[in-house]
């Protein structure tokens, strides 16, 4: 079993910054997927970033270009560094947690474990 607990999460001003963390128990956290997704009432789970248990890391188009994914296996943990930000960004935003596969998993079925998720707003 995996448990999951992000932070982070606030309100910002649209252009500006938020540095989301995720902290994982479990003794084999380095051989896991990693990902975070977001979700804004009434819509779909909507993939971000994920980092592969090698540290490959791919994202969403988007955010593409504004958000970076990494990890610290030392530390169990994950982040997501999120740069200009914009209004449209509005969501609860998970990290979750992939045993089963290896390489990129874009699918929030493809992971077994999430956190309570945290809120992120953006203001115009």
């Known amino acids: 079993q995996v448990q999951l607990v992000e932070s982070g999460g606030g309100l910002v001003q649209a252009g500006g910054s938020l540095r989301l963390s995720c902290a994982a128990s479990?003794?084999?956290?380095?051989?896991?997927?990693l990902g975070w997704f977001r979700q804004d009432p009434g819509k779909e789970r909507e993939f971000v970033a994920g980092?592969?248990?090698?540290?490959?890391?791919y994202y969403g188009i988007a955010v593409k270009g504004r958000f970076t994914i990494s990890r610290d296996n030392a530390k169990n943990s994950v982040y997501l560094q999120m740069d200009s930000l914009q209004v449209e960004d509005t969501a609860v935003y998970y990290c979750a947690a992939d045993e089963r596969h290896t390489g990129r998993s874009y699918h929030a079925y493809e992971y077994d474990y999430w956190g309570q998720g945290t809120q992120v707003t953006v203001s115009s």
């Open positions: 479990g003794r084999t956290f380095r051989s896991y997927g």
């Open positions: 980092i592969t248990e090698n540290g490959s890391t």
